[in-house]
């Protein structure tokens, strides 16, 4: 049985799905041993509801310590989704299973600091792209520049909003990263 840590700082839809996933078989021999929530948010409700263990460490001068220590030894995988906090450079030293995160736009476009939530859709819209998409990939200590997993895009319509494109956005990242994360379980031995 491998073991997800997921870390999160939002409402927590992508971790109800891997919930799911992984209830349904479709990620298998997996299971979330923790979520760990860098504030308040809905998503914590959320897992106490799917009755997963879950703590929040609140960013400070001790975040980093605090979220080693937290991080359970027998993780196989730790997912990202949809958190907010930059890792620092310590936790790559330290840690030695892979990390993947969710990104909602076509890297190696719309990334980095400040590309987050709805800055990327409307950095989307405001650039005239014809297509946008979700992209899972590796984390580095370079934000959103690790290499990427699996990716899908869509064809812009014409009159596509910041909400739609948000939408159209988490059913892809509903998608592909329960495969992202079973392609990579697979992987390790
Ligand atoms: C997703 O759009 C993801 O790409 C981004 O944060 C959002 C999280 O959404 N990194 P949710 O909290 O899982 O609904």
Redesign the pocket.
């Known amino acids: 049985m491998k073991n997800i840590c997921i870390l ?1 700082s ?6 109800q799905n891997i919930f799911e996933n992984i209830k349904d078989g479709k990620i298998q021999n997996a299971k979330i041993n923790l979520v760990i929530a860098d504030r308040e948010c809905f ?1 914590l409700e959320r897992a106490k509801n799917l009755g997963l263990k879950s703590i929040l460490i609140k960013r400070g001068k001790s975040f980093t310590e605090e979220l080693l220590n937290a991080i359970p030894e027998n993780t196989d995988l730790i997912v ?4 907010l906090s930059i890792l620092n450079k310590e936790i790559f030293n330290k840690i030695y299973v892979p990390i993947i ?4 736009a076509l890297l190696p476009k719309f990334g980095g600091k400040g590309m ?2 709805n800055n990327v859709h409307n950095a989307v819209l405001e650039n005239n792209e014809t297509e946008s998409g ?1 992209t899972v990939h590796f984390v580095t200590q370079e934000v959103d520049e690790g290499e990427i997993i699996l990716q899908k895009s869509f064809k812009l319509i014409e009159d596509e909003t910041t909400e739609t494109l ?1 939408e159209k ?2 059913k892809i ?1 509903y998608e592909i990263f329960p495969k992202a994360i079973q392609q990579i379980l697979n992987s390790e031995k």
């Open positions: 999160l939002g409402s927590g839809t992508n971790l998503a990202l989704a949809g958190f995160n969710i990104h909602p987050w939530g979700a948000a956005v988490h990242e």
